[in-house]
């Protein structure tokens, strides 16, 4: 069963993202230690005691679609209502409507442990949360009084309706029809797929966000508008009336998060689904981005909390189960798993990928606070243009990471790991789409090295880079003869991804955007374990008060650099190397 | 859906894995061109048109277990009747039972074509095969004068049985009961787990291969002994008789496989299975090895045919499926995903790590052919020693690259990759069992430094060197410039491995034993991605009759160095640099 790693978690949270910075921000200077214990303590309660035990019941069961509805396990239905009266749901949202109006820092600490407990059962606050995001940023006055009150208190739920048949990472080819209505208002009409929690029966009302042209848009995303259209229409006394014109047509059969219900979700076709603009019209990309790059970041969240959990359940395998004889054991009978070295070496693959997309979430989520909350315009654009950089990062590296250790933690369980009843394969199936979904990874390879690198002139990612080989200067004059050590690798990796990062600015620069795309992928992988080690090298120089810990912190940022930081050499050479070989990779013409 | 790849499993067998060497060994004189062309042709045709059809709905439905018996889709009984009709369960069986006598070679070819069409399907008559080859090796006239035709034929099927739940990668542990019978049997008592195809309704007998301890057996694994025992008794003159003291106790519910019952069985409940010895009291493991040498194969199989039914699949939708527009296409409207650089990367790493399983397999199976065939005791030795070295690396090189190919798969089709119904997924969730039974590949990466590196005194891995050595100036000195540009990767890579080999075996003569134990995995990897990189390089320096087949050969040869064995100066590191940190790492004093 799942326990918190609170002091994990708050060790990541102090002494690596950053949290200290934000207490001489306006809004975040009362934030005491105490109140951010407290939080984390309950969050971790409240993950460990009353989520967790559910996170099989809906894999088993699904979400059955019948007539329109879908039905939620009456389980997952109470514990949301548990959820809700928590006051979970608002934690960062604006104390104007409801919300508790902490660092997202914190909200972030919480998802992990959300999403450790049950992943899918924390899509659906997620996305109301990305709900609330665009809304407070982008919405008139009427629609926030309106629906933002119910959505901080979870009384209601968000969606992102994004995606169709012929739109999926291009939402270049998006069809969904808008119309103006003489009283401000807009019909709506099209056919949007995989829209998590697109139905549901969970609360009264869902509040979906929905992409969608006007008649005299441009074409391309120039001409894509957000609107509001909620499930239920609402009376000026914010009473529910009539039900709009909009359905769920069906769920999807997954791999798995059985538990989200991917709704097929049809607008109109019955007259126009009624809505209301969100923003500007043909300017709402802009609006979703606000969504999306949040979601990107709670994405990565989600492979880090599910690798958390599958780490947890795979360490109390190894140290139950007994078989063989491992090196040094003088004891009687079977040696456990655990001491045997392969096993050690799993263990430790699991663990130290979990802290590094742990430090990697929260540090994009702390560059994300410092964004909204710096004093000065310079702050504020150096730390967006810093939480524009980590965020592919959080979101690739944390969910390849989470796949590769729910497969480890299968590994670790042997031919137990296959057996549904075990629980490890679910982690596996769960995660698997997190890979995909929010922008694929790819896609999130090609957002670094075209939208990122370019920051600032490039200045943006050299200043990173620095800050990088900061920390390899400061493991070099630490006394700790095994913090001292982390330097070399690290140094070798920094000057890997220099070299890597001036190729790609170079290749693009050169107008060579082929070759450049052709090495996006492993640049991106590059970049996350160089970033991840260092990370894990600013927490090996902190002594923490428990010496054990500060001994398996320095252990673990030891194995990452030999086990992992390794790679980036190897992957240097790929990114630099192998483009004129997949460019010259022609699949139509062999497939002909 | 799929299509036999039929030229590249020629060419494989032919210009990379050596079917022409077996020529000139007793037998095999005969085995013309046009013979191998047929049959390959043949079993292409039955895969393609008759197995992959059914993949998708043993998934579906399972193998429902009721009362003790197991129903499988009536679907899956047709296809095994047609399957045994066209006589390929004795491909590589002995003539005088029926058997074709062919090398093993063509039977591992067309075992990728049945696992190909259904890994799941395809589990059934691997097991059988098995059975065949252990009690060909092992058993009386007599016993094989009862069992031999029908296994052969497939009218019965055979089945492995070691795992207890206790006792699974260590069998030490094992403690089935065999009690001597004065009539020469034996009675059978204990409990199995994770028996494939233990029990199941498309044969009116199953013929189970039976660990167990005799009462006055020495502790420990010199102490099992091997039994026949079969579902339903047979009768002096070959008819079946009364129902043995066996059963099956229930069907696991698994992440994959699912067309493949997985079954508890209960031997002696009701006064003791009756059972025949095979082989010698005690001996039962050596026997058992026969099975599994092959069996480790036979898996290895598994991934590479999964890996080749997911690339075709993926190749497919990345030709139909258009999203954004990739660099250089001036055309109108989305361009295919294939078009796009890092969907290219993807296919191209599904490719090669296809390409490379299969060489490796074959090469496992040529090796395995030549151990049986050579006229001399010299050959014999070296080809088993061969066959040894490469079984672990065919067992979990191709099933780790049958994991990752299947989860490419799952990504390049982007959303719809996580919908069930796209067929995806499956590949996924079946082949991920491969790397854990039959020895999970941290077993066999134990078994490549523990028993295989010793092999002729250290002689025979050094020679395995000399020879990846002699292929890497073998394209130095080729005219392509493509092909000479293969050796410099390559020596780089096979520098690393005889550097790793000198380390593995410098620890283990010095008895660093657990040092080596903490490096086997990387280094599995390291003897894999070079003797793979290897291997394409052979087949690049072959030009084919087919100039567009040889181009592309020599570029997936390339990529593969590019993108893939790149990795091996990394590995390196972690096999000689990663131990201490591993063994130092105590999870029993941080759980505690």
Request: hydrophobic residues 45%.
């Amino acid at each position: 069963m799942y326990r918190a790693p609170l002091s994990e978690i708050a060790f990541t949270l102090t002494h690596i993202a950053g949290l200290e910075d934000l207490r001489s921000l306006p809004g975040v200077e009362d934030l005491s230690d105490d109140l951010v214990e407290a939080i984390l303590t309950e969050a971790g309660r409240f993950a460990a005691e009353e989520i967790a035990p559910l996170n099989a019941i809906a894999d088993r069961t699904g979400t059955p679609f019948r007539d329109g509805a879908v039905t939620l396990p009456p389980a997952w239905r109470d514990l949301y209502h548990r959820w809700i009266e928590g006051g979970w749901n608002g934690l960062a949202a604006d104390p104007a409507h409801g919300g508790q109006g902490l660092p997202l820092m914190l909200y972030i600490a919480t998802l992990e442990m959300w999403n450790s407990g049950s992943m899918a059962f924390s899509i659906c606050p997620t996305l109301t949360v990305g709900a609330i995001e665009a809304l407070e940023k982008h919405a008139s006055e009427e629609l926030k009084a309106t629906y933002l009150d119910k959505l901080v208190s979870g009384a209601w739920t968000g969606t992102m309706n994004l995606t169709e048949p012929q739109a999926g990472s291009d939402l270049n080819a998006l069809t969904a029809r808008a119309e103006r209505q003489p009283d401000g208002t807009y019909r709506i009409f099209g056919q949007k797929i995989y829209i998590s929690y697109g139905e549901h029966d969970m609360t009264d009302n869902i509040v979906h966000l929905v992409l969608a042209r006007l008649p005299d848009a441009p074409a391309g995303t120039r001409g894509i508008s957000l609107f509001l259209v909620p499930k239920v229409l609402v009376n000026p006394d914010g009473s529910l009336g009539a039900r709009n014109d909009v359905r769920c047509a069906g769920v999807e059969h997954k791999m798995g998060i059985h538990g989200s219900p991917t709704c097929t979700m049809i607008y109109g076709d019955a007259g126009g689904a009624i809505g209301w603009l969100v923003g500007e019209e043909n300017r709402g990309l802009a609006c979703m981005f606000t969504m999306m790059n949040n979601a990107r970041l709670a994405v990565g969240v989600q492979g880090l909390g599910v690798a958390e959990r599958a780490f947890q359940k795979a360490l109390a395998y190894a140290l139950d189960r007994r078989q063989g004889k491992a090196p040094g054991d003088d004891s009687k009978g079977m040696s456990l798993i655990a001491a045997h070295p392969d096993v050690k070496r799993m263990l430790l693959g699991m663990q130290a990928r979990t802290q590094v997309s742990r430090a990697i979430c929260y540090a994009c989520a702390h560059a994300i606070d410092r964004a909204r909350l710096s004093t000065t315009a310079e702050d504020r654009a150096f730390w967006s243009d810093r939480a524009g950089l980590l965020t592919p990062l959080a979101k690739a590296i944390s969910t390849d990471f989470g796949v590769e250790s729910a497969s480890l933690g299968i590994q670790i369980h042997g031919g137990m790991g296959f057996i549904e009843e075990t629980g490890a394969a679910q982690h596996l199936r769960d995660v698997r789409i997190s890979t995909i979904y929010e922008g694929t990874n790819g896609i999130q390879a090609i957002d670094l090295i075209q939208r990122k690198l370019p920051l600032a002139g490039g200045a943006h990612v050299k200043g990173f880079i620095d800050e990088l080989s900061a920390l390899a200067a400061a493991a070099a004059a630490h006394s700790d003869a095994g913090v001292k050590a982390l330097s070399d690798p690290l140094s070798a990796a920094i000057a890997d991804l220099g070299r890597a990062t001036d190729w790609m600015m170079e290749a693009q620069a050169g107008g060579r955007v082929a070759e450049a795309l052709a090495g996006a992928t492993p640049y991106l992988r590059l970049t996350g374990l160089t970033f991840g080690a260092a990370l894990l090298t600013k927490g090996a120089l902190v002594e923490d008060r428990d010496p054990k810990a500060t001994a398996h912190r320095r252990l673990l940022a030891r194995f990452f650099a030999e086990t992992l930081l390794v790679e980036v050499g190897g992957l240097a050479r790929d990114v630099m190397g192998a483009a004129d070989s997949i460019l010259s990779y022609d699949p139509m013409a062999l497939a002909s």
